[in-house]
């Protein structure tokens, strides 16, 4: 009986897991807007806005956490990228383009790849990628939101998706206002 409900759980537990739920609705724009870590730097009069990650997993089994990082600089100059670390197994995919909308994002870049341990599902690899965008792309889709696909490759591909709640309380950070 025991095992029964155990597995009926964990059955339950996967399926709930395995949906990349657009929604996301435990990402209120307060939760973010608090959520999100401004470091000031007095060496160069720049502060750093460190958006909380999003955490998910795509139908290949990749786990992807990604997040907005921006400064602005003493002049009041804001940058803006998305952070995207995936995570999977078994062999390389070489992510090397990212899209919007079907348009290839020109600013995608690849920070760095790992290797870690391998066991019996095979070797887990990482890779870290950026996106530079600015302050009227974030606008733009600060309504519905945007989703980057990402491609390797090996023919995979990952979507990352960044909510309007995300997008606005980010933003309410940045610019010092509360909601």
Not at 38 to 51: C, D, F, L, V
Not at 150 to 161: E, M
Not at 165 to 173: E, S
Request: proline content about 4%; glycine content about 8%.
């Amino acid at each position: 009986m025991y095992r029964i409900i155990f597995l009926l759980a964990i059955t339950l537990g996967l399926v709930a897991c395995s949906n990349n739920d657009k929604k996301i609705s435990g990402w209120e724009i307060n939760d973010v807007y608090h959520s999100t870590i401004i470091t000031p730097n007095p060496a160069n009069n720049t502060k750093t806005y460190q958006g909380p990650p999003i955490n998910s997993m795509d139908e290949s089994n990749t786990y992807q956490m990604f997040s907005i990082r921006g400064e602005r600089n003493s002049q009041g100059t804001k940058t803006f990228e998305i952070l995207a670390q995936l995570t999977y197994f078994s062999q390389w995919r070489y992510y090397d383009a990212a899209s919007l909308e079907g348009k290839p994002l020109t600013t995608f870049k690849v920070v760095g790849r790992e290797a870690g341990a391998c066991g019996d599902r095979g070797c887990i690899f990482r890779e870290l990628l950026s996106i530079s965008i600015n302050e009227a792309f974030l606008k733009q889709y600060i309504d519905k939101g945007f989703e980057i696909n990402l491609s390797s490759k090996t023919g995979k591909s990952t979507v990352l998706f960044i909510p309007p709640q995300y997008i606005k309380g980010y933003l309410m950070a940045v610019d010092g206002s509360p909601r």
